[in-house]
């Protein structure tokens, strides 16, 4: 999953999964990086350079639902929606308190936490090597 | 009292009625205009669209669990764009959120 978002559209490329543009959905999106938007934990990929400029300029135009950072939360955002910059990324929150916790510690809510998720009958994180006693 | 009795004549006293009628009625219609007009400007003034939560409608859950890869469908109701997972092309797991592409979600292991 870290290695997806890193590059999703290696993995999506190989999928052969058909991804249609954000803006125009009759037309297919190039799957690279230059087609490629990020806001809050979400992908875009676009035909062209000129509807990736159209989905930057308004991101929340053309969004739909994404996830609140800090809360997790789904939700549709509005025209007024607050918002923020992070490392070259945009994120829309669903409200001003959720944007000024996420600026008071942004690494903290830019990505997802992975290792956080809890699997039944796996371990969240793997036990140290036991260190034989010194005698 | 015509050969139409009460309300008679009923042709010339309709086509007057439409007539007024047909005026209030532009009359109307020119201030709906304008208050559609109106609260057009006072939603943009406000920012136009509000931002809505979008609660989860259920649990993450295969969708045919006999099927050796099946897609899932998540708590919002979405159903995985991919049957397999696209690191390890192995069968999708529920415990692990989806990631979203264009608004499409993605599952994985």
């Keep these: ?135 | 009292m015509g050969p139409f009795g009460r309300g008679e004549v009923p042709g010339v006293l309709n086509q007057r009625r439409s007539s007024r009628t047909s005026v209030t009625m532009a009359a109307m219609r020119g201030r709906r205009d304008a208050g559609v007009l109106a609260l057009a400007v006072v939603l943009a003034a406000c920012g136009g669209r509000p931002a809505e939560l979008v609660p989860p409608i259920g649990k993450t859950e295969a969708l045919d669990p006999d099927s050796p890869f099946p897609k899932l469908r998540f708590a919002d109701g979405m159903l995985s764009i991919n049957d397999r997972c696209p690191v390890t092309k192995r069968k999708l797991s529920i415990h692990f959120p989806p990631v979203y592409v264009n608004g499409q979600p993605i599952g994985f292991c």
């Design chain 1, 1 to 135: 999953m870290k290695v997806f978002v890193q590059d999703p559209q290696i993995q999506l490329a190989d999928l052969g999964i058909p991804i249609p543009d954000a803006i125009d959905p009759k037309r297919p999106a190039v799957l690279d990086a230059a087609h490629r938007s990020f806001v809050d934990y979400e992908t875009y990929f676009f035909a062209d350079e000129a509807d990736k400029r159209r989905f930057d300029a308004d991101p929340t135009a053309a969004c739909g639902i994404l996830t609140d950072p800090v809360t997790k939360q789904r939700f549709r955002p509005g025209s007024d929606s607050p918002r923020s910059q992070f490392a070259g990324r945009a994120y829309v929150f669903f409200t001003e308190a959720n944007k000024a916790t996420f600026e008071k510690a942004p690494e903290a809510f830019a990505r997802p936490n992975y290792d956080a998720i809890e699997i039944p009958g796996m371990p969240m994180m793997p036990e140290p090597p036991a260190t034989p006693a010194r005698p």
